[in-house]
């Protein structure tokens, strides 16, 4: 049986992915006689790295009323800034465990304001959103990734 002394880190470096092993079998008693086997090993990456996310360092300054914003996109939103993930894993060739998905706190965020699932951009519906100064003059948007 084949066991390993130790560790195996996918994300070391490109070398231990993929590992050659010549196996040999010889004789106990004269003559002593030998046969072997190559043997390749693929290490499969494991989802052991948490991401981190970061955000502006500054505080975002929304303007109360961004009808008719000429940044609007396709879809009609506004980008009013965005996050960004770091996740260590890599998925070159299996799974996908440095893929990470966005998600707002939606108890505590204003109606029409999301953050994009994919890219991070957060956006405000320049039409239908719940900011409103008198009533709200500042809110921590709290981001999630998954
Ligand atoms: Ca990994
Ligand atoms: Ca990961």
């Known amino acids: 049986m084949l066991e390993s002394a130790g560790f195996f880190d996918y994300e070391v470096g490109p070398t231990r992915q993929t590992m050659h092993l010549e196996l040999v079998a010889i004789d106990v008693d004269n003559p002593l006689l030998r046969s072997s086997v190559s043997l390749t090993l ?3 990456d494991r989802n052991d790295n948490a991401p ?3 955000g502006p360092s500054t505080p975002v300054l929304l303007a109360e009323d961004l009808s ?3 940044e609007a996109g396709a879809d009609g939103l506004v980008v009013v800034a965005s996050v960004s993930a770091q996740d ?3 998925s070159r060739a299996f799974g996908s465990n440095s893929l990470v998905f966005y998600f707002e706190d939606e108890t505590a965020t204003p109606r029409g304001v999301t953050v994009d699932p994919e ?6 519906d320049p039409v239908d959103n719940g900011i409103d100064f008198e009533e709200t003059a500042s809110f921590i948007l709290q981001v999630g990734l998954s």
């Open 42 to 44: 693929l290490l499969e």
């Open 52 to 54: 981190s996310i970061s």
């Open 68 to 70: 008719g914003a000429p």
């Open 88 to 90: 260590d894993d890599e």
């Open 119 to 124: 890219s991070g951009e957060i956006k405000v």
